[in-house]
């Protein structure tokens, strides 16, 4: 056993050794590379890799042992070789270098420009990984934030610090939706310091062109910090992008006071990197062949955010996931549901009516929405209002199950007037246009008047009052 | 306690740890690792080598670091001061991690659990010379206004003569309240503060027969599908279904003594709201904040997965340990396949062989090993405690054939399924009344029908047997439309419909409609079986079914839930006397 002067001396080791170049390494598996005979390495630290044509990568600890280290490499191993290979352990963390000239900028997964104009300038150096805020110091969320788009702010209503996905799936009009929000929201009454900081992982160059596109257009683009790990870029970078993303978001919210919202798309793609580098490593699958500890990863990203109470900031996130092939219960859409405050479920079939947003607002939620609507927030009416139209719309499926039966025309009146108003709702509530920016009073006079399509007796989720003073105005 | 080095750390792989050099650890041993200190367990040993569960984010650990030995298992501390606080899941209170590292929890933190200086008003029952045996009650403590903590005699010590006991007054959880001699001339001195390994269950003189339900407020439950106190139940349910807010009700408005909430492995601004909310709460039946009856456990989702696992055990030895004293415990778990995760997530770490879907083949010992912790006992000092296992199941994909639902099922005696399709329709609580079911109706009759009159079991069965019969019924509508049917079935639909909003569905945001009491329940049940019998004698005699939907009354009574306040249900007898009445008035007119 060794004394306490060995320990200290083990410890002085360390601290010098960090940062020696080794050379040489033992195996090379897609983005894993093991080095053997090094000094104690830590867990989880950062290494730089060091390629034979002279290029810097860079990578983390991903097991450690007496005699060999495990490391995954974020940009990718091709041209690595054996013996000519080196690496340097940096004895700390993986970390980001945080400031607010990041806004603007269009950096990689891990945070270095993309852009041609210069490396970022990054002043407060931040752990990525990052760590969890105490379930005290949090701040419960009700601030409503306005998006514009009706069937969101009526029905699955965002909250400042919320995490609401959106579920969607391949050729849906998901990113159009994104842009939206991002461009229309605000929080009413406050001129807050807002800003977006937007992660794509895998996604394709068009996406991202859209996207950078779109806040050039209307003048955001500043207000933008873009995080793109592309399509063709080393699938291992995607891993790393969200965190780095996050980390930033924490800084502007957390340091800087600004309201940030983080968009991240497409977190199917982060699952599927993440299942490449367990199976890599022989790691015992779980659903699907996704890693058994997919729940906890996911969560390590969906829980950073939030409000702090004394803290002017808050992030919000909206997470945009792909179903493969349209089933909900995929385990990645299932865990992410486990874990947000709610989801946005987008349907084929609505799209396919020419609706815009195709937004299903049956399977939808938000579930902070109850805290942050009615008297004082948005309108005293609202929650009513958004329960009886919840209700309503709901019968008006099993109706349509029914006529597909029997028939509309066996129907009876009533049913037809169910008929009538579910049409109303989906055409003029639901439907509205990519430039089209409602206030939350137009978003609710357009659900009185579609209720008016129904007797007043039907509604019994709402109070004879609200009845007297909006149905049929 | 540092200077005990037990070994080495040979390997990292995330949360578990290879350490090589062992001699003396002790199976399930709290360790502490490197300078960090941080927390871990030992799971096992082997060959000189000990596999290490770390309790924190493991960032840094390096092959080579020192491992500390406690010369302890992970054991949770147990005194006056427990409750109205929050604690993660190896007990650390939140409040004071805050204090220490700010808003976001640093690594390496030790908090005792419970206030070691404070003072606390100590009364004693015993007296010099007297004869004690283990678990009896030694003195009392007013721990909140409600809750008044009764401090017991160690369980190691079988019997013993008190020769020194302390005069009521003012003293620390650490001060000596009373040393004993044991039967072999040994001396022991006994203080507030008690240590008890998590895993390990408390001992009581033998389990009882469950009789009492344990009261609610939601109608779905108490009225259909009762628990009993002791009992264990599982809601499982997809997300969005509504688990979480019946188990924040249920905590809010049942009518046991003590709440240990466990919010395992679930969002952080959830657990926010709890914190923030309960404290506002009052009970209805004792006028305090819900919070002076209820312990927190937060370890949310973000927080390390170790701890996620052992969060559970913390839980249930803190809410036996208030069983011990006498008192009535629900446990809420939300969520249990958080827990089972973290299982199969370490599990896969340790490289073990697994069964079913990952998880590990003792899964099913575990969930039965938890689930066994209830019961309605009668304890080491004689009196009786209960604790109520309130399990929270998220089946993937809402599925209820997957390894946790499928061995939770075996070990609950009580199933609360929660539907998808009614919480599409925002129908709330969403218990479907066709896939629940309660093995403890025997258990309760005899209770409820002491409370009703004698008539909550048959009016149970006359329900359930409608909303049966309505299955069908919707069947044939969905064919044929529902003119197709008389109106002597079409009235089963009506009354079955009106019977689910005006019942079954309840607003938990709502101050009148959120907690139902047993009297209210009965009533509202009465009235709504006399709707049918009436109505049916109606429809019968020619009366058109519209007629009779049409009636006031029946309005009335699809909003008593949000209307009739609880101290003023004659309300409700008023309205089934008019309902009576008037349905006999139309009928009337067609008999003639």
């Known amino acids: 056993m060794r004394t306490k002067a060995e320990t200290l001396l083990a410890q002085t080791d360390r601290r010098l050794l960090s940062g020696r170049e080794y050379r040489g390494v033992s195996r090379i598996d897609g983005p894993l590379v093991y080095m053997r005979n090094t000094h104690a390495v830590g867990f989880g630290e950062l290494v730089e890799i060091l390629a034979p044509d002279g290029s810097h990568r860079s990578g983390q600890v991903l097991d450690t042992s007496d005699d060999v280290v495990v490391v995954q490499v974020f940009e990718g191993t091709d041209g690595l070789t054996l013996p000519a290979t080196g690496m340097r352990f940096m004895g700390e963390p993986l970390t980001l270098g945080v400031s607010e000239q990041m806004l603007g900028r269009v950096m990689n997964g891990l945070g270095k420009s993309r852009d041609g104009s210069g490396t970022v300038q990054g002043f407060t150096q931040r752990e990525v990984n990052g760590e969890p805020i105490n379930p005290t110091a949090r701040e419960y969320p009700r601030d409503f934030i306005q998006t514009g788009i009706s069937v969101i702010d009526g029905m699955t209503t965002l909250i400042q610090g919320q995490k609401l996905p959106i579920f969607s799936g391949n050729g849906l009009d998901h990113n159009q939706l994104a842009a939206q929000i991002a461009r229309q929201a605000k929080v009413r009454g406050s001129s807050g310091d807002f800003c977006i900081v937007f992660a794509a992982m895998g996604v394709k160059y068009d996406v991202a062109r859209f996207f950078i596109d779109s806040f050039e257009e209307t003048g955001v683009l500043d207000n933008v910090a873009l995080f793109l790990s592309l399509a063709d870029d080393p699938s291992i970078e995607r891993t790393i992008t ?105 349907e084929r079939g609505m799209q396919a009516r020419g609706i815009y947003p195709p937004i299903n607002c049956l399977p939808s939620l938000s ?17 009513h209002l958004a329960n009886q139209l919840f209700a309503s719309y709901s019968h008006v499926k099993d109706v349509q199950n029914l006529a597909s039966v029997i028939g509309e025309e066996e129907l009876t009146t009533l049913d037809q007037q169910y008929l009538e108003f579910g049409s109303f709702f989906e055409k003029k509530f639901v439907n509205q246009g990519f430039d089209e920016d409602r206030s939350i009073e137009q978003t609710l006079d357009l659900g009185w008047e579609a209720l008016s399509k129904l007797p007043s007796e039907e509604l019994q989720r709402l109070t004879d009052e609200e009845i007297a003073q909006y149905y049929g105005k | 306690m540092k200077e005990r080095i037990i070994g080495r750390v040979k390997r990292v792989n995330g949360p578990i740890l290879i350490v090589k050099d062992i001699k003396d650890a002790m199976m399930m041993e709290l360790v502490r690792i490197g300078e960090q200190q941080l927390v871990g367990e030992v799971v096992k040993l082997y060959d000189g080598l000990a596999t290490v569960q770390v309790y924190e984010d493991a960032t840094g650990i390096c092959p080579g670091d020192n491992v500390y030995g406690s010369g302890m298992s992970l054991s949770v501390e147990l005194a006056p001061g427990l409750i109205g606080t929050i604690y993660d899941g190896i007990q650390r209170p939140l409040e004071q991690l805050m204090a220490a590292s700010g808003a976001f929890i640093s690594r390496g933190l030790t908090f005792d659990a419970v206030n070691h200086q404070k003072r606390w008003s100590f009364t004693p029952l015993i007296e010099t010379g007297a004869t004690v045996t283990a678990g009896q009650i030694l003195g009392t403590v007013q721990e909140t206004s409600r809750i008044e903590h009764r401090i017991l005699v160690p369980v190691h010590i079988k019997s013993a003569v008190v020769s020194e006991i302390v005069e009521a007054g003012e003293y620390t959880i650490e001060d000596i309240l009373a040393t004993v001699v044991l039967s072999n001339g ?7 503060l008690q240590r008890w390994p998590i895993r390990l269950p408390r001992p009581v003189d033998k389990r009882l027969a469950l009789k009492q339900p344990l009261i609610t407020g939601l109608r779905v439950i108490d009225t259909l599908f009762p628990l009993a106190k002791g009992g264990t139940v599982a809601i499982p349910g997809g997300f969005g279904t509504g688990k979480t807010m019946t188990q924040h009700s249920i905590a809010q408005w049942c009518d046991a003594d003590i709440i240990v909430y466990i919010g395992c492995g679930e969002r952080g601004n959830e657990m926010t709201d709890v914190l923030k909310e309960f404290p506002l709460l009052i009970d209805p039946r004792t006028g305090h904040s819900l919070m002076e009856r209820t312990i927190l ?30 008192y009535h415990v629900a446990i809420m778990a939300d969520s249990t396949s958080r827990w089972a995760e973290a299982l199969r997530e370490l599990s896969g770490r340790m490289e073990e062989m697994p069964a079913e879907e990952g998880f590990p083949a003792y899964l099913p010992t575990r969930i039965a090993q938890f689930y066994e912790r209830a019961g309605f006992m009668k304890t080491l000092s004689g009196n009786s405690g209960s604790v109520s296992i309130i399990g929270a199941v998220s089946p993937p994909g809402g599925d209820f054939s997957e390894p946790v639902t499928q061995h939770t ?72 439309g529902p003119d197709a049917l008389p109106d002597t079935q079409n009235f ?44 049916l004698e109606a429809i019968t005699k020619g009366v058109p079914m519209v007629k009779i939907r049409r009636l006031k009354a029946v309005q009335e009574m699809a909003r008593m839930r949000l209307t009739v306040k609880g101290d003023e249900l004659e309300t409700i007898d008023r309205l089934q006397l008019r309902l009576e009445r008037s349905i006999d008035q139309i009928g009337g007119i067609y008999e003639n």
């Open chain 2, 492 to 535: 089963i639909l009506e009354v079955c419909s009106l019977f689910k909003t005006a019942f079954l569905q309840q607003n938990a945001f709502d101050e009148v409609d959120r907690f139902c009491s047993v009297e209210k329940q009965v009533k509202m049940l009465s009235v709504i079986l006399a709707y049918y019998e009436k109505g």
């Open chain 2, 297 to 326: 456990i937060a370890n949310t989702s973000n927080m390390p997965v170790s701890a996620r696992e052992a969060s559970i055990y913390t839980g249930i030895t803190m809410a036996e340990y208030y069983r011990d004293q006498g």
């Open chain 2, 186 to 192: 040994h001396q022991e001195q006994i203080c507030m």
């Open chain 2, 409 to 480: 099922k075996r070990f609950v005696r009580c199933f609360w399924g929660l539907d998808r399709q009614l919480a599409s329709s925002r129908h709330y609580p969403a218990i479907s009344w066709l896939e629940s079911y309660s093995e403890y109706l025997g258990d309760v009759k005899q209770w409820w029908n002491d409370h009703s009159d004698g008539t909550w079991y048959q009016s149970r069965q006359k329900i359930m047997d409608l909303l049966q019969k309505e299955v069908r019924l919707q069947q044939i509508v969905k064919l044929v």
């Open chain 1, 242 to 346: 969200p965190k780095t993303a996050l980390t930033l978001a924490e800084y502007l919210a957390f340091d800087k006071g600004k309201q940030v919202l983080v968009i991240m798309t497409d977190m199917t793609n982060y699952c599927e990197s993440l299942r490449e580098i367990g199976t890599m490593r022989g790691e015992i699958p779980s659903r699907k062949g996704y890693p058994g500890y997919l729940y906890s990863n996911l969560a390590e990203i969906y829980e950073r955010s939030g409000k702090i109470s004394g803290r002017s900031g808050s992030i919000t996130q909206l997470p945009i996931l792909s179903m493969p092939n349209d089933d909900i219960s995929h385990p990645v859409p299932d865990l992410t549901g486990y874990i947000t405050e709610g989801q946005i479920v987008f």
């Open chain 1, 367 to 383: 579930r902070l929405m109850k805290d942050g609507i009615g008297e004082g927030m948005t309108r005293a009416d609202h929650p």
